[in-house]
């Protein structure tokens, strides 16, 4: 597991490893602005591809236009499944976003 190195500097002991945003380096500062515009951009395409999805799963007459929940984008299974970062339905184990979008 990655641990942060601001995780063991700013432990208070308490199993705390939140930093008061002040208290970042520059460093640290420019590293999640970083991050941010980075998956910024990931989810801006994910909205994309999961709208052409939605279409193509209409267009296909799987779901409804309309409808605002729907099952998996990437096979047929009708729900999700578990609390892992998978769907644990047999034979779907596609990701959260493959169920509900961004
Ligand atoms: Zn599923
Ligand atoms: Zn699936």
């Known amino acids: ?22 208290e970042l380096t ?9 991050n941010r515009s980075e998956l910024y951009e990931i989810e801006q395409r994910l909205r994309e591809v ?11 007459e799987w779901i409804a236009p309309t409808t605002e929940r729907f099952p998996c984008i990437e096979c047929a299974c009708e729900d999700w499944e578990g609390s892992a970062n998978r769907c644990e339905t047999d034979g779907c184990g596609h990701p959260g976003f ?5």
């Open 50 to 60: 999961y709208q052409t999805a939605r279409e193509r799963l209409a267009e296909a």
């Open 26 to 34: 520059r460093e640290q500062k420019r590293a999640f602005a970083r």
């Open 1 to 22: 597991m990655l641990v942060p190195f601001a995780a063991t500097s700013a432990n208070d002991g308490k199993g705390s490893i939140m930093k008061n945003t002040a």
């Open 98 to 102: 493959a169920h509900w979008g961004v």
